[in-house]
């Protein structure tokens, strides 16, 4: 054989590596992605991460390759690289400002308020935010100085795309732990964990096929934990209910997710009747959901009449609001339902035509209640004109209703909370008979950092108690000063009409303030002691029930707004089946906390779902099985609640949503 001969035989048997052109650059790109969010990989994430990459960049380079010229791929890999570097930087950037990872199924309803404040937006973006540009900085070098060599059949580098995507598979739920990362991934039940644990790239893929595929839910029924002390229960009562309706529906049921629902809820425990049962029971009810309520807005000297509710009426030190993927229309919903929302949608809007026969407004409604709702913005955001008559509302007022009234003031940003309230005590004179008054605020939203109405008008009076507070705080304690002067009306409203000694006011805040340094925040509300559980003490929230004969009692069970349904039910002894609602009444002693990334926070300590640690509190031990039972437990919650909306499940159970007791 001649020297020329064997030199073009050497030449075909090599391979092929212009797919490192892309390979390189999105490698670089996740590494930094993963490091300034999550840290180091670990082992199994570096291979799952390097399978995938492998097999993308080798399918683009071979598609591309198809055209013959090297022109295409250069023009196509630069697309890819300026796309997934801009895509991985606003979702770093939406994680500061929203607490969330964004998706396609709630990006459009995110959209529209980053929208409004674009420039707030990209000043939350850190320094360390811009290096995801290494993506296309990195692309371009390649191409301009390194000659990979692209000769060669195609076959090889196609063989190892391949093969690079055959063991991707198996390797998911390598080191898994407590989580199946198949299971979340299948289901997208944790948009945290797929990014962590399979990369930012892997996760945009996914999050489009989500959109099109939904997994079945997979249901592990196992004995819940009960590691609580026993809950001392009122004797002279008893929760019993007939379910003899309930059994004979489920016998003859088909839908075999329904067949599930149906035997994981009727075989649920039946929380009993405790001493706070019907403490309440008659009363009037103002529940008011506020506007980015945090400890910071409940001040002795600046917002006195909140200060006064909280110390002096029930106050719940544990209690915590989740950030859901759109947080006020989820945390409002889900204290309507008690059910835990989707995390690839808003969820309140995607299912907003659903009833909710079990609902808290249909509850009270189905006692002789009148309920209405009132709110200072209009259906932008959320659809409540349509939401919250299927939640038992019987009317809402937004601001265009308030507007009507041509006396009523129109400011610079949100509008102003004293006047919702004065709006709704207007409603409230025309009502005989107990009423269920639900309110909605606005005027605490952000921004802060710009000058509006309500974020300057008390700014003389805050310097004079704070004066080295940053302007934002000052301006949103102005706005929370707006807040409290209505409560103030309200009170004065209660009392001087004979409503004070019956009526319950109930507060609780829909997500932490937006965009504020929470070590300042915390720094800021020394006075409640900002002990907290790692990232997830931001979630931890004010919950407050006032009325004036109340003794000031600050109740240590953990607890969310998941919860909330079933204990005022409990509260004000309202015709409840105990096993429909995903949260707990907590007076039955300490609930589970589940955040929106899966985490989970009890009185044994916090388990973060990420890096699969349980970290329990100082002092507390806990049995091996622990952990893996309030997890199973977790992911049951979760699950389930996902199998009752995609089968509109308490509507397609009506006639079981408002039980039939079994008398003693």
């Given at each position: 054989?001649?020297?020329k001969?064997?030199k073009k035989?050497k030449t075909?048997?090599?391979?092929?590596?212009?797919?490192?052109y892309?390979?390189?650059?999105?490698?670089?790109l996740?590494?930094v992605f993963?490091f300034?969010q999550?840290?180091?990989?670990?082992?199994f994430?570096?291979?799952?991460i390097?399978?995938?990459l492998l097999f993308?960049?080798?399918?683009?380079?071979?598609?591309?390759?198809l055209f013959?010229?090297k022109?295409?791929?250069?023009i196509?890999?630069?697309?890819?690289?300026?796309w997934?570097?801009?895509?991985s930087f606003?979702?770093?950037i939406?994680?500061?400002?929203?607490?969330?990872?964004?998706?396609?199924?709630?990006?459009?309803d995110?959209?529209?308020?980053i929208?409004q404040?674009?420039?707030?937006?990209l000043?939350?973006?850190?320094i360390?935010?811009?290096?995801c540009?290494i993506?296309?900085?990195s692309y371009?070098?390649?191409w301009?100085?390194?000659k990979?060599?692209?000769h060669g059949?195609?076959?090889?580098?196609?063989?190892?795309g391949?093969?690079?995507?055959?063991?991707?598979?198996?390797?998911?739920?390598?080191?898994?732990?407590v989580?199946s990362i198949?299971?979340?991934y299948n289901?997208f039940?944790n948009?945290?964990?797929i990014?962590?644990?399979?990369g930012i790239?892997h996760?945009?893929?996914?999050d489009?096929?989500?959109?099109?595929?939904?997994?079945?839910?997979?249901?592990i029924?196992e004995?819940?934990?009960?590691?609580d002390?026993?809950?001392?229960t009122?004797?002279?009562k008893?929760?019993?209910?007939?379910?003899?309706?309930?059994?004979?529906?489920a016998?003859n049921?088909?839908n075999?997710?329904m067949?599930?629902?149906?035997?994981?809820l009727?075989?649920r425990k039946?929380?009993?009747?405790n001493?706070m049962?019907?403490?309440?029971?008659g009363?009037n009810?103002?529940?008011?959901?506020?506007e980015?309520?945090?400890?910071l807005?409940?001040d002795?000297?600046?917002t006195?009449?909140?200060y006064?509710?909280y110390?002096e009426?029930?106050?719940?030190?544990?209690?915590y609001?989740?950030?859901?993927?759109?947080?006020?229309?989820?945390?409002?919903?889900?204290?309507?339902t008690?059910?835990?929302?989707?995390?690839?949608?808003?969820?309140p809007n995607?299912?907003?035509?659903?009833?909710y026969?079990?609902a808290?407004?249909y509850?009270?409604k189905?006692?002789?209640y009148?309920?209405?709702?009132?709110?200072?913005w209009?259906?932008?955001f959320y659809e409540?004109?349509m939401?919250?008559?299927?939640?038992g509302?019987?009317?809402?007022?937004?601001?265009?209703?308030i507007?009507?009234d041509?006396?009523?003031?129109h400011t610079d940003g949100?509008q102003?909370?004293?006047?919702l309230?004065?709006q709704?005590?207007?409603?409230?004179k025309?009502?005989?008979?107990?009423?269920f008054?639900?309110?909605?605020?606005?005027v605490?939203h952000?921004p802060?950092?710009e000058?509006?109405?309500w974020?300057d008008?008390y700014?003389?009076?805050?310097?004079?108690?704070?004066?080295d507070?940053g302007?934002d705080y000052k301006?949103?304690m102005s706005?929370?000063?707006?807040?409290d002067?209505?409560?103030?009306?309200?009170?004065?409203?209660?009392?001087?009409?004979g409503q004070?000694?019956?009526t319950?006011?109930?507060?609780?805040?829909?997500?932490r303030?937006?965009w504020?340094?929470?070590?300042?925040?915390?720094e800021?509300?020394r006075w409640?002691?900002?002990?907290?559980?790692g990232e997830?003490?931001?979630?931890?929230s004010p919950?407050?029930?006032?009325?004036?004969?109340l003794d000031?009692?600050?109740?240590?069970?953990?607890?969310?707004?998941?919860?909330h349904?079933?204990t005022i039910?409990?509260?004000?002894?309202l015709n409840?089946d105990p096993?429909l609602y995903?949260?707990?009444?907590?007076?039955n002693g300490?609930?589970?906390?589940?955040?929106?990334n899966?985490?989970w926070i009890t009185?044994?300590?916090?388990?973060d779902?990420?890096?699969?640690?349980?970290y329990?509190?100082?002092?507390?031990?806990v049995?091996?099985?622990?952990?893996?039972k309030?997890?199973n437990?977790?992911?049951?919650t979760i699950r389930?609640?996902?199998?009752?909306l995609d089968e509109?499940?308490h509507?397609?159970?009506r006639s079981?949503?408002?039980?039939?007791k079994?008398?003693e």
């Amino acid at each position: 054989m001649s020297k020329k001969q064997h030199k073009k035989k050497k030449t075909k048997l090599r391979f092929n590596l212009s797919f490192l052109y892309l390979f390189i650059p999105m490698f670089l790109l996740e590494t930094v992605f993963h490091f300034v969010q999550f840290g180091l990989f670990d082992i199994f994430t570096f291979l799952r991460i390097i399978l995938f990459l492998l097999f993308l960049s080798i399918f683009i380079w071979f598609i591309c390759s198809l055209f013959k010229k090297k022109k295409v791929y250069f023009i196509v890999g630069l697309i890819i690289m300026i796309w997934f570097s801009a895509y991985s930087f606003v979702e770093l950037i939406f994680k500061n400002f929203m607490g969330d990872f964004y998706s396609f199924g709630t990006v459009s309803d995110g959209a529209g308020r980053i929208a409004q404040y674009a420039l707030i937006f990209l000043s939350a973006a850190k320094i360390p935010y811009y290096f995801c540009f290494i993506g296309i900085i990195s692309y371009l070098l390649l191409w301009k100085f390194v000659k990979f060599n692209d000769h060669g059949p195609v076959q090889l580098p196609l063989i190892v795309g391949i093969l690079s995507f055959l063991l991707m598979i198996p390797c998911i739920n390598l080191g898994s732990g407590v989580n199946s990362i198949f299971d979340v991934y299948n289901s997208f039940s944790n948009k945290t964990i797929i990014i962590d644990k399979m990369g930012i790239e892997h996760f945009f893929f996914r999050d489009l096929s989500a959109l099109f595929y939904k997994a079945p839910e997979k249901i592990i029924i196992e004995d819940d934990p009960d590691d609580d002390p026993p809950v001392e229960t009122v004797t002279v009562k008893k929760r019993a209910f007939d379910d003899s309706e309930w059994k004979a529906i489920a016998a003859n049921e088909e839908n075999s997710n329904m067949q599930t629902l149906d035997s994981y809820l009727m075989n649920r425990k039946i929380t009993q009747p405790n001493e706070m049962t019907g403490k309440f029971e008659g009363y009037n009810f103002i529940y008011f959901m506020v506007e980015a309520f945090d400890y910071l807005a409940i001040d002795k000297d600046l917002t006195p009449t909140l200060y006064k509710m909280y110390t002096e009426g029930y106050s719940y030190y544990n209690h915590y609001t989740p950030l859901y993927s759109c947080a006020t229309g989820e945390s409002e919903w889900v204290s309507y339902t008690s059910i835990f929302p989707y995390v690839n949608t808003c969820t309140p809007n995607y299912v907003a035509a659903i009833n909710y026969p079990h609902a808290l407004g249909y509850l009270f409604k189905n006692e002789g209640y009148t309920t209405f709702g009132i709110h200072n913005w209009r259906d932008e955001f959320y659809e409540r004109k349509m939401i919250l008559p299927n939640c038992g509302i019987d009317t809402f007022y937004d601001i265009d209703d308030i507007w009507q009234d041509t006396s009523i003031q129109h400011t610079d940003g949100w509008q102003s909370d004293s006047m919702l309230i004065e709006q709704a005590i207007k409603h409230i004179k025309e009502i005989n008979g107990p009423y269920f008054c639900d309110i909605i605020t606005s005027v605490m939203h952000f921004p802060y950092e710009e000058s509006t109405y309500w974020g300057d008008h008390y700014l003389d009076q805050i310097n004079e108690i704070h004066p080295d507070w940053g302007i934002d705080y000052k301006r949103y304690m102005s706005k929370c000063m707006d807040f409290d002067h209505g409560l103030q009306i309200l009170l004065d409203y209660l009392e001087s009409s004979g409503q004070a000694d019956n009526t319950i006011i109930c507060i609780y805040p829909d997500h932490r303030p937006y965009w504020m340094d929470y070590d300042t925040v915390m720094e800021y509300t020394r006075w409640i002691d900002p002990n907290r559980f790692g990232e997830n003490g931001i979630y931890r929230s004010p919950f407050i029930i006032y009325n004036k004969n109340l003794d000031g009692t600050v109740n240590y069970n953990y607890c969310s707004t998941l919860d909330h349904v079933p204990t005022i039910a409990n509260l004000f002894d309202l015709n409840y089946d105990p096993r429909l609602y995903m949260g707990t009444d907590l007076y039955n002693g300490n609930n589970t906390v589940i955040l929106a990334n899966g985490n989970w926070i009890t009185d044994k300590g916090w388990y973060d779902t990420t890096s699969e640690t349980f970290y329990p509190n100082v002092g507390v031990e806990v049995d091996d099985g622990y952990v893996s039972k309030t997890n199973n437990a977790v992911q049951n919650t979760i699950r389930i609640s996902y199998l009752i909306l995609d089968e509109d499940y308490h509507q397609n159970r009506r006639s079981i949503c408002y039980p039939k007791k079994i008398e003693e």
